[in-house]
């Protein structure tokens, strides 16, 4: 099984690493909202009396994994309208690690994206507090893999309507991004909207990581957000492995 998943893992990670601009132009969009609304966020009610970036920067972050993520799985999409998965089936390789492999390798351009924005903020302001990064980086791998392993579900069940895909993927992308906190504060919203952000399982994911690049690393934040990451990643791979081993 290990020796699957192995085999998938670095088939998935090739391109990545041949073409290291595809990791760097799926930032595009969570760059361009750090540069032109991060400014705007200074003194903003809920921000914190600190820097706006110091505020920002974590649910950049977790924007860009949830991007990059929902996304792959227009690459598996791909395979099986050329053929390709197809030929991947009738190999040896186990089911279930053709799922596993794939979801693996989004913890690769995850880790490649976060220090790249982190490397780009620190010259203005930002403060880098490299334990609690580290230990987000980890919640946020584990997020990666359920992101990811959701997308490739959805990819899986829209194989003879592409469409599909694009429209589920949008509709569900953006309402979980603005429900979690990502671009403004929710905490003085309306009780529904306040209802809304705590079903979402992202926004522990956003408030754990804000609090470990603040340097906090022993706290309950961190705790429920590792716990919303890891029941993510379950369900994402209990569908996507699912979803694999009835593939045809």
């Not at 974590?58 to 991007?67: A, K, Q, R």
């Not at 690690?97 to 989004?106: P, V």
């Amino acid at each position: 099984m290990l020796s699957d998943v192995f085999t998938v893992f670095s088939r998935e990670l090739r391109p990545v690493l041949r073409d290291p601009f595809s990791v760097v132009f799926s930032m595009i969009q969570p760059l361009v909202f750090l540069g032109l609304f991060g400014p705007l966020l200074s003194g903003f009610p809920g921000t914190g009396t600190g820097s706006a970036l110091q505020w920002f920067v974590p649910g950049i972050i977790v924007m860009s994994c949830l991007f990059s993520g929902s996304f792959t799985g227009s690459n598996l999409l791909f395979e099986l309208q050329t053929g390709s998965h197809e030929r991947m089936l009738v190999t040896p390789l186990r089911r279930s690690a053709l799922l596993i492999g794939r979801a693996l390798k989004e913890i690769v351009p995850m880790i490649m994206q976060a220090v790249i924005i982190v490397a780009v903020c620190v010259p203005f302001g930002f403060e880098l507090h490299v334990a609690g990064v580290l230990v987000a980086l980890v919640i946020l791998a584990v997020l990666a893999i359920g992101i990811g392993s959701l997308s490739y579900t959805l990819a899986l069940a829209s194989k003879n309507q592409d469409w599909l895909f694009w429209t589920v993927q949008q509709t569900l992308l953006f309402p979980a991004l603005l429900l979690a906190g990502i671009l403004l504060p929710v905490d003085d919203g309306p009780g529904w909207l306040r209802a809304l952000a705590q079903a979402n399982p992202l926004s522990y994911v956003v408030d754990a990581t804000r609090v470990l690049f603040s340097g906090e690393i022993a706290s309950v934040t961190v705790v429920q957000g590792l716990a919303a990451a890891a029941a993510v990643a379950a369900v994402g791979l209990f569908t996507g492995i699912r979803a694999m081993r009835r593939s045809s």
